[in-house]
């Protein structure tokens, strides 16, 4: 930067020095917007899907349109997407889901505002459904929905904490789809 400021006049560097100030306060705050929105209250939907599955990309497909900027999809076939997955599948066989199902993609993460209300196992590709998902109220208990039905399994919040920090940290919003 020395060598660009050497070759303009006394004016012209004080103009440069206040232009790369202010570029460098525009890094900074976009630096500390991209780690403020880097949780899950800015999202409603968390899927989990495989690349290969058509039901999968429909349900991506359905999010993308009707929900853009409000869902993220972890890939299990990548490493984060499977490690995530596992720990899902394994806390709902925990609590009495049936293996066939806690191992079936696609499954979905329903939030309100940071809080995980319900998870939706399978391709459900209506917005007055999500929508009603969204708006309910939360409460210490995780419904389970085999597609658009609410089974008996209910999975107790504090037992899905360690996976929404997980994800959390696992989570840009700003790149989603």
Known sequence: MVTILSNY?????KLLKKILVIFLV??????ASLVSSNDLTSLNFIMFGSKTC???KALHNF???????????????????????YKLAATEINYGLSQDYAIAVPQTLVLREGT????VIGEVENTEF???????????????YLGSSKSSIVI??????????????????????
């Open 26 to 31: 525009c890094c900074v705050l976009a630096e």
């Open 54 to 56: 058509p039901h999968c």
């Open 116 to 119: 995980l209300i319900a998870v």
């Open 130 to 144: 999500w929508n009603q998902l969204v708006l309910s109220n939360t409460t210490s208990k995780v419904s389970v």
């Open 156 to 177: 107790p919040s504090e037992s899905l904490e360690n996976l929404l920090s997980d994800l959390e940290k696992n989570i840009n919003p700003q790149t989603s789809a």
């Open 9 to 13: 006049g006394h004016t012209n560097k």
């Open 63 to 85: 999010f993308n349109t009707n929900y853009q900027g409000r869902f993220y999809v972890f890939w299990v076939e990548d490493v984060a997407g499977s490690n995530l997955f």
